[in-house]
């Protein structure tokens, strides 16, 4: 079974600052799809960036960019110029026939 | 508007009292699943569907039951709710196949078992 792994329970930034969060999952299938997903104090879960494993070109969506490394297996977030509403819990997940898992989730704190 | 909608948003219990949190979707999505959140566990899948009728067993499904007798509805249901049941609840949809480009989530059901 795939497996996701997030090895930062919480993470802090300064607004207008850069940060990365990590994760690394495992899987001996070579076609699957990563998600980051953030989840704010209001519980929704909301699509950040998604990554085809078969495209080499890490995926962008504004000031959020991903390191898909494939070898590694390993797919971080980073999000440039924080801002206070980039503050949430943010989970990665990995997607492979029917079947999404996620990982533990990093709290992102914003510092003003 | 597309969406999955879920009821209660909030539900405080007493162990052993039957309950049922409703899930509705209106995008005709053939697949449909629950997830509980647990603080330094992530989401973890209870119970699935792919469509109408057909339901399987997730990484969690111990005191749990759902069933699927219309295309649109998946409750979540719990015979003899216990303390350790105490989560935050997801319904989750898709089209068949298209998880691809991400779930649809509902808001959440926090559910306190006491």
């Known amino acids: 079974a795939q497996t996701v792994t997030q090895s930062q329970p919480e993470m802090s930034v300064q607004e207008a600052e850069t940060v990365t969060l990590s994760c690394t999952y495992d899987t001996s299938e070579s076609d699957y799809y990563l998600f980051w997903y953030k989840q704010p104090p209001s519980r929704q879960m909301i699509l950040v960036i998604r990554?085809?494993?078969?495209?080499?070109q890490n995926a962008t969506e504004n000031r959020f960019s991903v390191n898909f490394q494939k070898a590694a297996k390993s797919f971080s977030l980073k999000i440039s110029d924080s801002q206070l509403g980039d503050a949430a819990m943010y989970f990665c997940?990995?997607?492979?026939?029917?079947?999404?898992?996620f990982g533990a989730g990093t709290r992102l704190t914003v510092k003003p | 508007e597309a969406q999955v909608t879920q009821n209660p948003r909030y539900l405080i219990t007493v162990t052993g009292k039957k309950l049922t949190v409703t899930c509705s979707q209106n995008?005709?999505?053939?697949?449909m699943s629950w997830y509980r959140q647990d603080p330094g566990l992530g989401l973890r899948q209870i119970y699935y569907s792919m469509n109408v009728e057909v339901t399987d067993k997730g990484d969690v499904p111990e005191g749990y039951k759902v069933s699927r007798k219309e295309k649109r509805n998946f409750p979540l249901i719990l015979e003899s709710p216990s303390p350790n049941q105490t989560s935050l609840y997801f319904c989750?949809?898709?089209?068949?196949?298209?998880?691809?480009?991400?779930?649809?989530f509902g808001s959440g059901t926090r559910l306190t078992v006491v």
């Open positions: 990554q085809e494993a078969y495209k080499q």
């Open positions: 997940a990995f997607y492979n026939n029917n079947d999404m898992r």
């Open positions: 995008m005709n999505h053939e697949y």
């Open positions: 989750a949809s898709s089209a068949l196949g298209q998880g691809r480009n991400g779930y649809t």
